[in-house]
């Protein structure tokens, strides 16, 4: 075949650039070459660590990103008063939201403001309610440098600890796996068997880093409450929560890690006791009703205890509302623990002809009733869940959930009107946080089975202002994950090690 000269001239072209680009690196590999030869006479390590570090790039962990102390995350944080706002919302209405992870974790400020995660956390946070605009700028922030630990050095302490607020505020729980795996990296599992030990020297390291662990198996306890636990072997390590109380760099938050943690071992060894086979029998099978009364008793007496044997100040957080605050995982534990009677049924008829199990569900609607109750009636709740939804609304979502999935079956049984007037109320705190299609979604799920079950709501309760009031009030969070009513409940320790 005879090319044309256009032809030619362009396949010369071509070889031309190949024979550039040889050229460019073979000179690369003769330079590699020379550099190997002029490090024989050093370590081989040394060695190593520099060609590697010429040759791909550096991936650094949180711990060793240098981020200067004046601009926190300069891609998004432009000024120190900014810093200074974000951080000062954060530790006036957010730093004690969350129970179980210790309030002072945030301080010092420079300490905090010099540590890229949790400084990146803190305005993550803070910003849904001071600069919502950035909201999602921040929480990118976040992201990226959560990735920026899957590599490299493990993160330090203080980078777990962020993930681990962080994960738990914004509901990012499949963080928590991870999590699990970098605080055993950090072996802070052992720090909580050391700390049972009587002659281990109780260091504020010690503790803190048990703390650490604990508040971790309490997180692993409440948002995997109805799938497999992260932490193998968890129940190894619970009993040893009790000695961080008694160490003399004890806080406030010692004695809730330990009260949600035994609370929450109750609905963790249900599960473990539990078959799907055992739940969907008709009638509930004895050993089954056996079960469930003794894990609903269990959970009274867990609440009798915290209330009349534990100091109110330990309890939660002295502010005035604060000392009842256990009640919503009292109400969620027993909306779980009696809602898993529900699976299995199929129709009104079954319902009817299994009277243990309809005592069972009355029970598990009248605690999601006392969940929507008690967030309603918390003005302190109501005026921070624009910015705490995300962490607030989950165990408001489960009450609501298991409404709308036990009145098609159970109208008969309870006061419907009653229930449906709470998701009402419900539907009014979302309205006043500004998330109007879930609103939305709520008053047209309130109308579906509402006609579904024939149940007329009056005047009434149709006013979301007008409500039976309570004793007291209540400002009561909670970090639940989404159940999954129908799935199997495996044992603690199911998981192998992470």
């Known amino acids: ?36 030869a002029g490090a024989s006479h050093n370590s081989d390590a040394g060695f190593s660590q520099r060609l590697l570090s010429q040759r791909r790039p550096t991936t650094l962990s949180v711990a060793e990103t240098d981020i200067p102390s004046s601009n926190i995350e300069s891609s998004i944080i432009t000024t120190e008063s900014e810093w200074d706002e974000l951080y000062a919302f954060f530790c006036a209405k957010c730093a004690t939201v969350i129970s179980v992870i210790d309030d002072q974790l945030y301080s010092p400020s420079e300490t905090i403001k010099n540590h890229p995660l949790m400084s990146a956390v803190i305005c993550a946070i803070a910003s849904r309610a001071v600069r919502p605009a950035k909201y999602q700028e921040y929480v990118a922030t976040v992201d990226k440098l959560i990735m920026h630990t899957f590599q490299g050095p493990v993160p330090d302490l203080l980078g777990l600890q962020a993930m681990i607020v962080f994960a738990t505020w914004t509901g990012r729980t499949r963080l928590i796996g991870y999590i699990a795996s970098v605080a055993t990296e950090l072996k802070l599992h052992e720090a909580a068997i050391l700390i049972g030990d009587e002659e281990t020297e109780y260091t504020p390291d010690l503790v803190g880093r048990a703390r650490t662990w604990f508040t971790l198996c309490c997180l692993d306890l409440q948002t995997n409450i109805s799938r497999p636990f992260v932490i193998n072997n968890m129940r190894d390590y619970l009993p040893y929560a009790k000695y961080i109380a008694m160490s003399p760099h004890h806080r406030p938050v010692d004695d809730r890690i330990r009260a949600y943690i035994k609370g929450f071992t109750i609905t963790g060894n249900l599960k473990g006791q539990l078959k799907s086979s055992q739940l969907t029998a008709k009638p509930l099978l004895q050993e089954v009703v056996d079960l469930f009364t003794s894990a609903d008793e269990k959970v009274d007496q867990w609440f009798h205890e915290i209330n009349n044997n534990i100091h109110p100040l330990y309890q939660t957080f002295p502010e005035r509302q604060d000392r009842n605050r256990l009640l919503m995982p009292f109400a969620f534990m027993k909306l779980y623990i009696n809602g ?98 879930a609103a939305n979604e709520l008053r047209q799920g309130v109308d579906r089975i509402g006609a579904l079950t024939q149940t007329i709501l009056s005047p009434e309760s149709l006013d979301p202002e007008i409500e039976i009031p309570l004793n007291a009030l209540f400002d009561i969070p909670s970090f639940i994950d989404e159940m999954a009513w129908d799935d199997d409940f495996p044992t603690l320790g199911m998981f192998p090690s992470v």
């Open 1 to 36: 075949m005879i090319m044309s000269d256009g032809n030619s001239a362009k396949t010369a072209h071509l070889q031309r650039r190949l024979d550039l680009v040889e050229q460019e690196l073979r000179l690369e590999i003769e330079n590699l070459r020379a550099e190997v």
């Open 340 to 437: 898993l009677a529900l699976q299995g049924v199929g129709s009104v008829d079954e319902l009817t002809s299994d009277p243990a199990r309809v005592e069972f569900i009355q029970r598990a609607l009248d605690s999601a009733s006392l969940i929507i109750q008690t967030q309603y009636e918390s003005d302190e709740f109501k005026r921070a869940f624009q910015y705490t939804m995300d962490y607030f609304c989950t165990p408001t979502y489960y009450a609501i959930s298991f409404i709308f999935k036990a009145l098609p079956l159970a109208y008969n049984f309870v006061d419907s009107q009653r229930l449906l007037a709470r998701v009402r109320q419900a539907a009014h705190m979302f309205q006043q946080a500004g998330a109007y299609d």
